[in-house]
Structures are given as structure tokens and as C-alpha cells.
């Protein structure tokens, strides 16, 4: 029993060596998310339009126009991402858009759109800026 617990004992402190030494901390470096492009985004024509927290012009011809999101949360849930939005867009007061479901089934809510990237990527900064970490932007082609 005492050469069980030597060799147990043993295999620990090899295991904990070697995580510690050739693991990175996850606290050692920024996770940064890239920009996502995409060939054809749906401008939620025949769709549902996007919830939001308040009213969002929509331009005349949106076929034409391609927008930047800036992606704060993902969820499974509709219901839980409608409620997102809405809590973010009462407490930021800005415009909260749920996106419709991706091929994997995932409702993006996004902190407003934006025409041109540079717009996207400037407030972008500012997003993060307010403890939005994670936040990425959502670019389209």
C-alpha cells in the first residue's frame, strides 16, 4: 500500500511539473477575436426583423448595403437572446440587434450595426473599453 501511495505521490508532482512548465497561463496573453467575413449576410428580408432596443432605421435598398456587427453574446436560445438584448439596450442605451440563427443554430446579439468597418472597428475599441472583452466584430463582404 505505502508503494501505491509513492508512486501515485510520484506521478503527481510529474504531472503537476509539467502542466506548470509547459502550459501557458491562460492570464498571460489577450484572447483576440478576428473579424469573421462572410459571403452573403441576410438583411432579414422575408424574416422576422432583427429585435432591438430601439427603433433601427433600415436603409432603402438593402441589397446593396452590407453591414459590421459588433458581437457581444451568443446563445442557443432565442428567447434568452431577445432577453440579452434587451437588457443590454436598456442599460447601454443603444441599439441591440438579435441576428437570426447561424447554420449551427447560434442567435447573435450585436451592439448595433455599422456600414463602413472603420465605424465598427472604432467603436469597437470603445466596447471593449466598457467591459466588453470578448466583444468581436461580425464583418461582411
Known sequence: ??????????????????????????????????????????DFEGSAPPVTGTTVSTPTDNKQVKYNYLIVASFTDLDQANRMAEEYAGKLQADMLVLPATTNGYYRVSYGRYVTTGEALAALETLKADNFHDAWLLASK
Open 1 to 42: 500500500m505505502k508503494k501505491l501511495a509513492l508512486i501515485s505521490g510520484l506521478l503527481f508532482m510529474v504531472v503537476y511539473f509539467w502542466v506548470n512548465t509547459f502550459s501557458k497561463e491562460e492570464a498571460s496573453f489577450d484572447v483576440v477575436y478576428p473579424s469573421v467575413s462572410v459571403n452573403s449576410f441576410p
